[in-house]
């Protein structure tokens, strides 16, 4: 299990380790869409990053907020 700050970290490692090992035929569509966007700066949105992660593992995020009075 692979753990990570945010969402766009998790991404960016997928990206890196998982989208250059993929066959030629898969990388179309979503995949090749979302290398593009966010390789160039285009804008990809967390929900399109969740969706190309889960059709690779399972993604489980958790956000945690503190507030301490003064």
């Known amino acids: 299990m692979k753990k990570f700050s945010s969402l ?3 991404f ?7 989208y250059p090992a993929l066959p030629a035929d898969v990388k ?3 995949y090749i869409n979302g290398w593009r966007d ?13 969706n190309i992660l ?11 907020i503190t507030f301490k009075l003064k």
């Open 28 to 30: 179309v569509g979503k």
């Open 12 to 18: 960016e490692w997928w990206l890196k380790n998982i």
């Open 54 to 64: 889960s059709d690779f593992g399972e993604l489980d995020e958790k956000t945690l």
């Open 8 to 10: 766009e970290e998790a």
């Open 38 to 50: 966010y390789t160039y700066n285009k804008g990809i949105s967390r929900k399109r990053m969740k």
